[in-house]
């Protein structure tokens, strides 16, 4: 099965802070990679696909970036309703992996 | 507008049964593969199982494979999930969501599974 690694667990951050998050693969994914948002009781959403390509009515504060087996997710300038859990997923290959999330707190 | 929502969770006991359906609008059902993802309490999301378009293709996780089985009915624009031998691992929300690339998901049925 391929690992999916997501650094940092946890951050605390504030409004106005650019964020990133990065997501590693056990092996070569390419770009097929989404990144996903859950706030608490609340399912997840979905950010953007194949690496970096957002979805419709996602900020553009949000992007993405990478291919094969790093990638990143990044917050230019964090909002209130950013605080949340967010998660990478790989899709290249089965059994589908989860990253373990990571929790932006408020700082 | 995408809508997708589940139904059939409860509570059961070790070694029962439970159908989880997934009635899905607002798209050609079709034409999508669906999977369905698993998120046990204050934990992260696991795949559980997909379906082809046609039903020609399944995909299960292991932990799933010869108790779970994922179905569909494309005339009714439906998904299905029988769960058989459940275990108290398996108590989690359980999302359907639609697309290769996970892009549409319901709000989740709760199982728990417990004695």
């Known amino acids: 099965d391929i690992q999916m690694t997501q650094s940092p667990s946890s951050l605390s951050a504030s409004v106005g ?4 998050i990065t997501c590693r693969a056990s ?7 989404g990144w996903y948002q859950q706030k608490p009781g609340k399912a997840p959403k979905c ?24 990638f990143t997710l990044t917050i230019s300038s964090l ?10 997923l790989q899709y290249n290959t089965y059994p589908r992996t989860f990253g373990q999330g990571t929790k932006v707190e408020t700082k | 507008e995408v809508h997708l929502v589940e139904s059939g969770g409860g509570l059961v006991q070790p070694g029962g049964s ?3 359906s997934c ?9 999508y593969w669906m999977t369905w993802v698993r998120q046990a309490p204050g934990k992260g999301l696991e795949w559980v199982a997909n379906i082809k378009q046609d039903a020609s293709e399944k995909n299960y996780v292991d932990s799933v494979k010869g108790r779970f089985t994922v179905s569909r009915d494309n005339a009714n624009n ?3 999930l029988q769960m058989n031998s459940l275990r108290v691992g398996d108590t989690a929300m359980y999302y359907c969501v639609s697309g290769w690339d996970f ?11 417990s004695s």
Do not use: H, K
């Open chain 2, 23 to 31: 009635a899905a609008s607002g798209f050609i059902f079709s034409t």
């Open chain 1, 27 to 33: 092996q070569d994914i390419r770009n097929d990679l």
């Open chain 1, 79 to 88: 909002q209130p309703e950013d605080f949340a859990t967010y998660y990478c």
């Open chain 1, 47 to 70: 950010l953007m696909n194949t690496a970096s390509r957002l979805r419709g009515g996602v900020p553009s504060r949000f992007s993405g970036s990478g291919s094969g087996t790093e």
């Open chain 2, 18 to 20: 439970l159908t989880l």
């Open chain 2, 103 to 113: 892009p549409y998901w319901g709000q989740g049925t709760l199982v728990t599974v």
């Open chain 1, 17 to 20: 802070d650019r964020v990133t």
């Open chain 2, 78 to 80: 439906s998904l299905y």
